[in-house]
């Protein structure tokens, strides 16, 4: 029974059809560009809400091992900011 208080959660699970690009900032932290099964535009999501899809990003991670760096100090950045990231979703 439900009371007044109470609202309905949405138990609807997306489906991905595949990652197209990662991006990272200062503000968001790690993203993912993520295509949905379903729908026609992609979305830029935070690694925090895509915990249960860490097969795919570590996929998408290993073939993009040659990802575009504009530097060395941008590079070790990235690098040090997946290591984070993969920690995070393996926790």
Not at 17 to 40: F, P, Q
Request: with cysteine; glycine share 4%.
């Amino acid at each position: 029974m439900k009371t007044k208080n109470q609202k309905k959660v949405d138990l609807t699970e997306y489906v991905v059809e595949s990652i197209n690009d990662k991006r990272y900032s200062s503000k968001t932290g790690v993203m993912y560009l993520i295509k949905w099964i379903g729908y026609k535009k992609p979305t830029w999501e935070s690694v925090n809400n895509l915990k249960n899809l860490r097969n795919d990003i570590c996929t998408f991670e290993s073939n993009n091992v040659d990802y575009k760096y504009k530097g060395k100090k941008e590079h070790e950045r990235d690098k040090i900011a997946l290591i984070k990231c993969i920690n995070n979703i393996i926790i």
